[in-house]
């Protein structure tokens, strides 16, 4: 048994602000709460917070990659880097995501990740489950991703993804394609969370694959249908459909270059931290030093010093090499969010999201012992803690 004591615990929806401890035993949490209530016993092996914050790992439910490796390369090995990257970072499960891509090579990395998923090593982040992003997109709202791959699934196609339901956490896709709404009522049938994203459709689209089983929207502002004027009438779009509807959640990339911090006080304030997820977006170069590097067949370049990726043109951001650990300081220190609610966003939330709120994303009582031990000043994890034993290096 470890006691993880000496901190300020973050569940994160209860502040247990002193003389707190987190019981971990063969990988779970066996209790919480203040050493009087609950008790050190006798033998348990002590791991010291220094006066830092205890909060769960992080959960990130949409990103590529890390450490040089994305989750679409195909192999059981690259999921492996992004997984280890990815826990020194301090986020401690997510969805592997791939790209667009020939939908050969997207079942090659389906079941690479499906390979990894049951199968975690202890210096590895857990891979809850497929995040399918692309090719089911508009070609309106391509983003950093091929055009010319763009394109809904043919009959076969779509029974081998319904095939993939029980690894297939989550689809990304635009609910105005063709036959996208009957894929909304299957995948969601099976379990599957369905996301609206790369989309161009109108509010009322949006509502209708609502009542198909749409309920996420996919980072917010990025590929996505504003607000436009079709004669005279101005008409909303996804973004507008994601703020207000409350049947929705959303997730926003707060990595402090994709949005502004105007932006990201609006999504805050209008969806709270019960609807909102934080989310990374990486991609391989996460944690990596600049040069060029892959996005699913762009180039995307990393400058000396810079924070996120753009294109050779220097036109456009190719790519996030963010992690949840910046995105949570950028929330508290730069949008003003308190640091309980931007703990929420990058945890309890996102694993709502999905439906794995029974096993990750929350310090309690059986749920997998996964924890950080954040610097109070910076906000960055110090020590990390997964399935209850501790990273050797933390690298946010
Ligand atoms: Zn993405």
């Given at each position: 048994m470890r006691a993880v004591l000496n901190g300020a615990i973050y569940t994160p929806t209860r502040i247990i602000p002193r003389e707190g401890v987190v019981l971990v035993e063969d990988g779970v949490i066996v209790d919480v709460g203040t050493v009087d209530q609950v008790g050190v016993p006798e033998g348990a092996e002590r791991v010291d917070a220094g006066g830092?914050?205890?909060c769960p790992g992080y959960v990130d439910i949409h990103v590529h990659g890390g450490g040089g490796a994305d989750a679409a390369d195909g192999t059981p090995e690259a999921v492996r880097m992004a997984a280890c990257r990815l826990a020194r970072a301090g986020t401690t499960s997510f969805l592997p995501t791939t790209a667009t891509a020939p939908f050969a090579e997207i079942w090659e990395a389906f079941d690479a990740?499906?390979?990894?998923?049951?199968?975690?090593?202890?210096e590895e982040a857990?891979?809850?489950?497929?995040h399918m992003e692309g090719p089911l997109f508009?070609?309106?709202?391509?983003?950093?991703?091929?055009?010319?791959?763009?394109?809904?699934?043919?009959?076969?196609?779509?029974?081998r993804l319904l095939s993939y339901s029980g690894s297939l956490a989550r689809v990304t896709l635009a609910p105005e394609r063709e036959g996208a709404m009957d894929l909304i009522r299957d995948l969601s049938a099976r379990g599957v969370l369905v996301s609206g994203g790369h989309s161009d459709a109108l509010y009322a689209e949006v509502c209708a694959a609502m009542e198909?089983?749409?309920?996420?929207?996919?980072?917010?502002?990025?590929?996505?249908?504003?607000?436009?004027?079709?004669?005279?009438?101005?008409?909303?779009?996804?973004?507008?459909?994601?703020?207000v509807e409350d049947g929705l959640t959303a997730e926003m990339i707060a990595d402090g270059y994709h949005l502004p911090t105007s932006l990201m006080k609006i999504a805050y304030r209008m969806k709270g931290p019960e609807k909102l997820a934080l989310v990374s977006d990486a991609m391989r170069a996460s944690g990596m030093g600049p040069g060029e590097y892959d996005l699913a067949g762009i180039v995307a370049v990393v400058e000396e010093g810079a924070g996120?990726?753009?294109?050779?043109?220097?036109?456009?951001?190719a790519g996030s090499i963010s992690t949840m650990a910046r995105c949570v300081r950028e929330v508290v220190q730069v949008v003003g969010v308190s640091l309980v609610d931007a703990l929420r966003m990058a945890t309890e939330t996102p694993a709502r999201i999905v439906g794995v709120e029974d096993r990750v994303g929350r310090l309690a009582r059986g749920l997998a012992a996964d924890l950080l031990i954040l610097d109070p000043l910076t906000l960055l994890p110090r020590q990390v803690i997964v399935g209850g034993e501790l990273l050797d290096g933390v690298a946010p």
């Open positions: 830092g914050i205890i990740i499906a390979a990894v998923m049951g199968d975690r090593r202890p857990r891979a809850l489950g497929i508009s070609l309106q709202q391509v983003g950093a991703h091929n055009a010319s791959l763009l394109r809904m699934p043919d009959a076969e196609e779509r029974e198909a089983g749409l309920r996420h929207i996919t980072h917010l502002w990025s590929s996505m249908s504003l607000m436009r004027r079709i004669g005279p009438k101005r008409h909303s779009g996804m973004l507008e459909a994601a703020l996120v990726a753009v294109t050779r043109d220097r036109k456009a951001f």
